[in-house]
Nanobody
Framework: QVQLVESGGGLVQPGGSLRLSCAAS????????MSWFRQAPGKERELVAT????????NYADSVKGRFIISRDNTKNTVYLQMNSLKPDDTAVYYC???????????????????WGQGTQVTVSS
């Protein structure tokens, strides 16, 4: 079955950390760049981070640079998002997505992605 399944979300206090995981199945994971997006209540979905197919290159939204780290393990068909120094503004549903491309080409366009996970809720609150 071709799918992406996220996990690791939850409630965390400001300044805390969480690590999200996205397990892929049903396709050759190492062929494609992967991204994390998020959508906060009442806002549009936004790109958080992208990693190329072999993991040699990453890029981040300005709002998370220096706090979040995207990584992948192609032997486990999994992409991760390590989130540190979390802020209330990071509260959102987080989605992983499979790019049609091996690189970060057009990574900010949702039409670039042909497979999405169901999302995992992250809430940052005291």
């Amino acid at each position: 079955q071709v799918q992406l399944v996220e996990s690791g979300g939850g409630l965390v206090q400001p300044g805390g950390s969480l690590r999200l995981s996205c397990a892929a199945s049903g396709f050759t994971f190492s062929n494609n760049a992967m991204s994390w997006f998020r959508q906060a209540p009442g806002k549009e979905r936004e790109l958080v981070a992208t990693i190329t197919r072999s993991g040699e290159s990453t890029n981040y939204a300005d709002s998370v640079k220096g706090r979040f780290i995207i990584s992948r393990d192609n032997t486990k068909n999994t992409v991760y998002l390590q989130m540190n120094s979390l802020k209330p503004d990071d509260t959102a549903v987080y989605y992983c997505a499979k790019s049609r491309f091996p690189t970060s080409y057009q990574n900010d366009r949702e039409r670039t992605y042909d497979l999405w996970g169901q999302g995992t809720q992250v809430t940052v609150s005291s």
